[in-house]
């Protein structure tokens, strides 16, 4: 009898450590929860300064609230705000630093591969058909990884996670390669204007 009651007297203390953890989570939810009601709005306007769009301020301060919540460990109640506003800020930031990349690269390659209007001169195309022979000849001479993941993000228009898990790339080589095509491209358009 006094085995049969060994194994519930060791699951009790298991029991009481979810209970207990599961308290502490209801209770950090709380507390966000709560922030949230009173911080929201000043978060969202905080942000929108920044980001200039409210819909982005709104997607950004959903995602700080999320960060506070998967925190282990969340810290003094005085320092939630601070924190939260923090979150957001970082958040932001890195918001405004993607896009400023993906406006310059699609700069960049508007200015590389303008299309030929189908009115234009019939020596305009000839001379865009020649710049283009240049652009492929000097994109042989790029490594051959390099070479695929330009092709395949720029002419065949895949995104950069895509292409990195085909590769066996990191996202960041990947955009190393793309961008050193892409500068090699402008060197053969900047010597086609030199000449």
Known sequence: MDAALKPAASQEPDRRLVDGA???HEERARVIADLFREHNRALVSFLTARLHS???AKDVAQEAYVRLLQLETPGALSYLRAYLFKIAENLA???MRHQ???IRAAATEALLFDELDEASAPERKILAR???DRISVRLMTLPAPCRQAFVMHVLLDRPIKEIAVE???TDRM???HVARGLV???AVRDEDGKE
Request: aromatic share 8%.
């Open 22 to 24: 599961q308290a502490a």
């Open 54 to 56: 409210p819909q982005e």
């Open 93 to 95: 930031f890195d918001r």
């Open 100 to 102: 400023a990349v993906r």
């Open 130 to 132: 020649e710049a283009l």
């Open 167 to 169: 590769m066996g790339l």
């Open 174 to 176: 990947v955009r190393y």
């Open 184 to 186: 090699l491209c402008q």
